[in-house]
């Protein structure tokens, strides 16, 4: 089965600076995707960006980046130039192959707080 | 065009009532998806449809059941509600295959006492 970890509860970043958030994953399946969700105080499920696994190029999504490892199962995500409105709780996720569902296993989150 | 939305958004339960999670999309997606989400803790899922008329067991579905009822709508039964299932339930759809993203509702904050 896959799993999904973050092993980083807690994250603190000054305005404008940037933060690397961490998540490594486990998997059988050689095609696959990943997601880096948001989640503010409003409780909704924002999508950050996604990475397809044949896809080398690390996705990019305005301040927002990934650094995909796929060797070492590794996805981390990067946010430059950091802003208040950045300051939520962010979810890793792996989503299963088509044929079991997919599904999306979360990892345990990071709770980001951005200082003025 | 409302995306998902979930009905009610807060509910206080008391052991063993029972009570519906009603969902629905109106984005024709095929797939729809029951998490849980419990502090600490990513989102679980509990159940999911990948399509009309097929539903399957998640990663924790005890205390559970679903229903399909068409294509719009996906509904979340507690037949007998515990303390332990205290949590917020997100129910999410995507359009099929090889649409990547799950779209979320805004979610449903449930407490059994």
């Known amino acids: 089965a896959q799993t999904v970890t973050q092993s980083q509860p807690e994250m603190s970043v000054q305005e404008a600076e940037t933060v690397t958030l961490s998540c490594t994953y486990d998997?059988?399946?050689?095609?696959?995707?990943l997601f880096w969700y948001k989640q503010p105080p409003s409780r909704q499920m924002i999508l950050v960006i996604r990475q397809e696994a044949y896809k080398q190029q690390n996705a990019t999504e305005n301040r927002f980046s990934v650094n995909f490892q796929k060797a070492a199962k590794s996805f981390s995500l990067k946010i430059s130039d950091s802003q208040l409105g950045d300051a939520a709780m962010y979810f890793c996720?792996?989503?299963?192959?088509?044929?079991?569902?997919?599904?999306?296993?979360f990892g345990q989150g990071t709770e980001l707080s951005v200082k003025p | 065009n409302a995306g998902v939305t979930q009905t009610p958004k807060f509910q206080v339960l008391k052991t063993g009532q029972s009570m519906t999670l009603q969902c629905a999309q109106d984005m024709n997606h095929n797939s729809m998806y029951w998490y849980r989400q419990d502090p600490g803790m990513g989102l679980r899922l509990i159940y999911y449809s990948a399509s009309e008329g097929t539903t399957d067991k998640g990663e924790v579905p005890n205390g559970y059941n679903v229903s399909r009822l068409n294509k719009r709508e996906f509904s979340l039964r507690l037949e007998s509600a515990a303390p332990s299932q205290t949590s917020v339930y997100f129910c999410?759809?995507?359009?099929?295959?090889?649409?990547?993203?799950?779209?979320f509702g805004p979610g449903t904050r449930l407490t059994v006492t």
């Open positions: 999410a759809s995507r359009l099929g295959q090889v649409i990547y993203e799950q779209y």
């Open positions: 998997t059988s399946e050689s095609d696959y995707y």
């Open positions: 996720a792996y989503r299963t192959s088509y044929n079991q569902g997919g599904k999306l296993i």
